[in-house]
């Protein structure tokens, strides 16, 4: 499958739509602009790979402070073809200003406001991920 036809495939903004599995996790596309919300994934990491544009991912708390142990709360920049792993049980927000494409890896399942969250907004998608129809994103 191509990412370009995948992401090509709909408009929704934070609303992942999963590209195939492996083992028992999902491959997920998204389109992002602006902010997302706080939120927490008591259990699991979560990998972002950003495919086109600029990702930021604010990152809070006594675990999220660098390996210099500074402030508990910090911004990871990510550029086109960066890919981050937010640890387990780290409080984050994904967000870009400009808007980018990103690939994230992580359980078949996992939900994407996680199992902590702000209360969520009518411009995030609260969802375990939609299956693209993949007949017409085949290449």
């Known amino acids: 499958m191509e990412l370009a036809k995948a992401l ?3 408009e929704q903004l934070w609303s992942p739509r999963i590209v195939t599995r ?3 996790y999902d491959v997920r596309v998204a389109k ?3 902010e997302h919300i706080w939120h927490v994934h008591d ?3 979560e990998f972002f790979l950003v495919v086109e544009g600029e990702l930021h991912i604010a ?3 006594a675990q999220a402070a660098g ?3 500074g402030a508990e709360e910090r911004t990871v920049v990510l550029p086109k073809g960066a890919v981050f792993v937010v ?5 984050h927000r994904p967000s870009s200003p400009g808007g980018a494409s990103i690939l994230m890896f992580e359980p078949t399942g996992t939900p994407t406001v996680g199992d902590r969250h702000d209360p969520i907004p009518d411009h995030v998608d609260a969802t375990t991920g939609h299956t693209l129809d993949l007949a017409e994103t085949a290449g």
């Not at 640890?87 to 409080?91: L, N």
């Open 8 to 10: 090509g495939s709909f």
């Open 22 to 24: 492996v083992n028992d």
């Open 32 to 34: 992002v602009a602006g």
């Open 43 to 45: 259990d699991t990491d």
């Open 59 to 61: 990152l809070r708390g």
């Open 67 to 69: 390996a210099d142990g």
């Open 87 to 91: 640890p387990r049980g780290v409080e």
